[in-house]
């Protein structure tokens, strides 16, 4: 299994999948179709059964039931986009076999250095075999190393028919990097009754909470007046911008949060005296505490309305995606499943809500209940991404002992 989840995973890192939010096709990208229509003949090759890729990319494929129990329907999905922080063009992927710690040069010319004293997670990684980037691009762990494992993990149940099991559905799915993941989503037509994101980081993450999150843009119109006759009539359109920013708790940011705790967080500011535009997200776990960032936002606008006049500060603001707790609470035995699947591995579940959302946040609530289970990667969307093999093998077993548990308890 080992030599079959590098040969795949290596092959995939080296499409260039990256997604792009000013795109409005779907998916966002070329790279995703080359690489997704690359799935859809893999799936077939290894034996998968009603293969389908719709006009958005979504990509299906059922692994039939081979017992007589009635076993629900459950899904694996894991996203072929990478991340815009850092280009995932022409990625060279690096194998180091049996890893004895200390730094790993990742990029000699370059002076691309990965270290402990950095990178504190190195040390669990002492034997391990790591694929790592050359130091130039990410990696794209995240989340081809889960399109990786689900595909093994179909490929070893296909070539070992003696494990009993229920009716699997699997897919891959375009732009979950920019939010759109489940947008064009046929819930429908996966006709599963429960789902696993495979889109997790190191071993034994399990998740099945995430933020509740907003995004807002705001657009600041100033009057911009030659600066020697401007007195009274000059509105610097930054200023208030910054006047804005003041207004928002300093320690509510993602720098100085962790856990539960929630935050804004300005993404771009971009402007000049005549007018400057602001683009913030807000994200909480608690759905009251959100309600009350959101109305916080919507009064400090109101405020500086009244105080410089009104439509000087615009605001749009939308939910993007919310705590998928409130659904997966009522079908626990979901994320309990998982758990007792690690724990017959011997892996160490590390059960923690998600700094963040997955596709599962909005298929949840779409009637699909997912909660996230983890890759093996680390140092995701950068040029220190890496992976451990071995725990790609984790990854992989434990999507089979998942679906052997349902079959066992049906």
């Not at 260039?16 to 939010?21: A, G, H, I, M």
């Not at 694929?131 to 595909?151: F, R, Y």
Request: glycine share 8%.
């Amino acid at each position: 299994m080992k030599e079959e989840l590098i040969q795949r995973f290596t092959s995939y890192v080296k499409v260039d999948t990256q997604s792009n939010e000013s795109s409005e096709t779907c998916p966002s990208t070329e790279g995703q179709w080359t690489l997704l229509r690359l799935l859809v003949e893999e799936l077939n090759q290894i034996g998968m059964q009603e293969v389908t890729i719709d006009e958005n990319g979504y990509v299906m494929a059922t692994l039939p039931s081979n017992t007589d129990k009635d076993v629900p329907t459950i899904g694996f999905l894991a996203h072929v986009d990478t991340a815009t922080d850092f280009t995932g063009k022409n990625v060279n992927p690096q194998i180091l076999e049996s890893y004895q710690g200390g730094e790993i040069v990742l990029n000699e010319a370059l002076n691309v250095i990965m270290s402990p004293k950095d990178f504190p997670n190195l040390k669990d990684y002492k034997g391990h075999t790591l694929i790592t980037t050359d130091g130039t691009t990410l990696l794209g762990a995240d989340n081809k190393a889960g399109v990786t494992e689900i595909m093994t993990a179909m490929a070893h149940l296909i070539q070992n028919p003696d494990i009993m099991h229920g009716k699997v559905r699997v897919a891959f799915t375009p732009d979950e990097e920019i939010g759109r993941g489940p947008h064009k989503f046929d819930v429908a037509a996966f006709n599963a009754k429960y789902a696993y994101t495979v889109d997790g980081g190191p071993l034994g993450e399990l998740e099945y909470e995430s933020f509740n999150a907003a995004g807002a843009k705001i657009t600041i119109k100033g009057n911009n007046i030659h600066p020697g006759s401007a007195k009274d009539k000059m509105v610097n359109s930054m200023k208030i911008a910054m006047e804005l920013h003041s207004q928002l708790p300093t320690q509510e940011a993602p720098e100085y949060t962790e856990g539960y705790e929630g935050f804004f967080h300005l993404l771009s500011f971009n402007g000049d005296v005549e007018q400057t535009k602001l683009n913030y997200i807000i994200r909480d776990h608690d759905r009251e505490i959100f309600n009350k960032r959101k109305a916080k936002m919507e009064s400090i606008v109101q405020q500086l309305n009244e105080k410089y006049g009104s439509d000087t500060v615009q605001l749009e603001m939308k939910d993007q995606y919310y705590n998928m707790r409130e659904k997966i609470e009522p079908v626990k035995q979901i994320v309990d499943i998982a758990q007792e699947a690690m724990e017959s591995l011997d892996i160490k579940p590390l059960i923690k809500p998600i700094r963040g959302g997955t596709d599962g946040s909005q298929l949840s609530f779409m009637g699909l209940p997912t909660p996230n289970i983890f890759t093996g990667g680390e140092n995701f969307h950068g040029k220190y991404e890496f992976i451990s093999v071995q725990n790609m093998v984790k990854a992989t077993e434990t999507i089979i002992e998942v679906i052997k548990l349902f079959e066992k308890k049906a």
